[in-house]
Each structure stands twice: as structure tokens, then as C-alpha cells.
């Protein structure tokens, strides 16, 4: 989710609520404790060079339950990081807690945020001596999730 409809989608809430992939939430009293520009400069297997820029967002949980952030809360949070640190319209990437910190992407299914997987995958299979695949063929719905058309997901 591009940090344009994040925050198009804010303006339209009451409450925030953010789903983990297990199906679980975050807790109700998180807190956001980073809002960041990460630039990630790297070279491929393959040896070209790339660049990746996101807005990344920490939520964190203390023993504070009574601790609730709103979704105007959140905006202001957002505008005054786009004012001290310049933010164009990247992608919006998550970090949670659990046993280890989790980097997730963020989709929204029209009541709640979810915290889409991360996974890796080799940028030059070509040069690596992998053999091509043919890709799976996935539907992306509305809230960014994507499905095998013959699953019966979509």
C-alpha cells in the first residue's frame, strides 16, 4: 500500500486495528514508535545495482492497555514525519515485534489493515543458473491480496 491510500484510508476510520497473517491482531494498545525513509541500496546476484525506498512504520507494544492511538493521531504522526523527513509516495512497510522483528507489507480489506508476508526471492535467476518457472497465475482483489483463481479464494 503506497503511503497515499494509507492515509486516504485514515481519513475514512474510526479505529485502528492491524491483522497479523496468522489471523491474529495486534494488540489494541500498540504504539508507533518509528516513522522512517529506509533506502536500501544493493546489488543483485546478477551484479546490477538497485534501490529500494519505503516508509516503514514500528509498531510496538508496552504494558500501557489503556494506550489507544486513533487514526487522526496516526495522520498527524505522518505529517509531521513528512515534514522533517521529506516523504514522497513509497510503498508502507510495517515492523512488529513477535519472536523476531517482522517486516510486513500492509493491504486493507475495508475494516482492518493486515500485515502481508515479506519473502525473498532471487532478482536474477538467469545469472544464477536457476531454471526458469512458469509463474503461478494469481488474481489480485481490492485490499492487494492475491489468490490462485482455481483455489476458490476469489
Given at each position: 500500500m503506497l503511503i497515499s491510500a494509507f492515509k486516504q484510508t485514515l481519513r475514512e476510520l474510526d479505529t485502528l486495528k492491524f491483522q497479523l497473517p496468522n489471523?491474529?491482531?495486534v494488540p489494541a494498545h500498540f504504539h508507533i514508535t518509528e516513522v522512517g525513509n529506509i533506502t536500501r541500496n544493493?546489488?543483485?546476484c546478477g551484479g546490477v545495482q538497485r534501490q529500494e525506498n519505503k516508509l516503514n512504520l514500528q509498531l510496538w507494544v508496552a504494558s500501557d492497555t489503556d494506550h489507544r492511538l486513533d487514526p487522526t493521531n496516526l495522520l498527524n504522526i505522518l505529517q509531521l514525519a513528512e515534514k522533517q523527513l521529506g516523504n514522497s509516495n513509497e510503498e508502507v512497510e510495517v515492523e512488529y515485534q513477535q519472536s523476531t522483528i517482522g517486516r510486513y507489507k500492509l493491504a486493507f480489506n475495508g475494516a482492518v489493515f493486515q500485515l502481508i508476508?515479506?519473502?525473498t526471492a532471487c532478482l536474477a535467476p538467469n545469472q544464477c543458473g536457476i531454471p526458469p518457472q512458469e509463474k503461478p497465475r494469481v488474481r489480485v482483489t481490492a485490499?492487494?491480496?492475491?489468490c490462485n483463481p482455481n483455489s476458490g479464494c476469489c
Open positions: 489471523g491474529e491482531f544493493f546489488i543483485d508476508n515479506t519473502q485490499s492487494g491480496l492475491s
